[in-house]
């Protein structure tokens, strides 16, 4: 891995091609980024965008899901862009919750769809401009 700003990248099997198409339409704006991917969805996204530096993990039930949790848990990612299906039933759906939720508790910045995985790319934060600022703490004697 680099010392660039870091994306994971993660997709369900029915939005794996949305991934790859966004990758494409993207590929200027993802190529200043390390990018790492789960098993199936950083292959296929290699194969339409070689020039992009992705490295593969495992698929996410064989446990590439816990990879990427463990990176954003040592603060190796500056945000991840996991392309959800919500209406397919996943056998590894705990893993799923379990990433989402470690993003969530670490404040990384997670793009669940297109639209969102969008905005994610124009953002400064992403891109190691802006550092991660923590939420102050509000007494409870000024409410």
């Given at each position: 891995?680099?010392?660039?700003?870091?994306?994971?990248?993660?997709?369900?099997?029915?939005?794996?091609?949305?991934?790859?198409?966004?990758?494409?339409?993207?590929?200027?704006?993802l190529k200043p980024y390390g990018l790492?991917?789960?098993?199936?969805?950083?292959?296929?996204?290699?194969?339409?965008?070689?020039?992009?530096?992705?490295?593969?993990?495992?698929?996410?039930?064989?446990?590439?899901?816990?990879?990427?949790?463990?990176?954003?848990?040592?603060?190796?990612?500056?945000?991840?862009?996991?392309?959800?299906?919500?209406?397919?039933?996943?056998?590894?759906?705990?893993?799923?919750?379990?990433?989402?939720?470690?993003?969530?508790?670490?404040?990384?910045?997670?793009?669940?769809?297109?639209?969102?995985?969008?905005?994610?790319?124009?953002?400064?934060?992403?891109?190691?401009?802006?550092?991660?600022?923590?939420?102050?703490?509000?007494?409870?004697?000024?409410?």
């Amino acid at each position: 891995m680099t010392g660039r700003p870091m994306l994971a990248l993660v997709a369900h099997d029915a939005k794996k091609d949305a991934m790859v198409d966004f990758a494409l339409r993207n590929h200027d704006k993802l190529k200043p980024y390390g990018l790492v991917a789960t098993g199936t969805t950083g292959q296929r996204i290699s194969e339409r965008c070689p020039t992009l530096d992705i490295t593969p993990l495992k698929s996410g039930p064989l446990g590439g899901d816990q990879q990427i949790g463990a990176m954003i848990a040592e603060g190796a990612l500056n945000g991840l862009i996991f392309f959800i299906d919500p209406l397919s039933p996943m056998p590894h759906d705990v893993d799923v919750k379990a990433l989402m939720r470690l993003a969530v508790v670490y404040d990384l910045p997670m793009a669940l769809n297109l639209t969102t995985a969008e905005i994610l790319l124009r953002s400064a934060r992403l891109r190691g401009l802006e550092s991660t600022s923590t939420i102050p703490e509000i007494s409870v004697s000024k409410l």
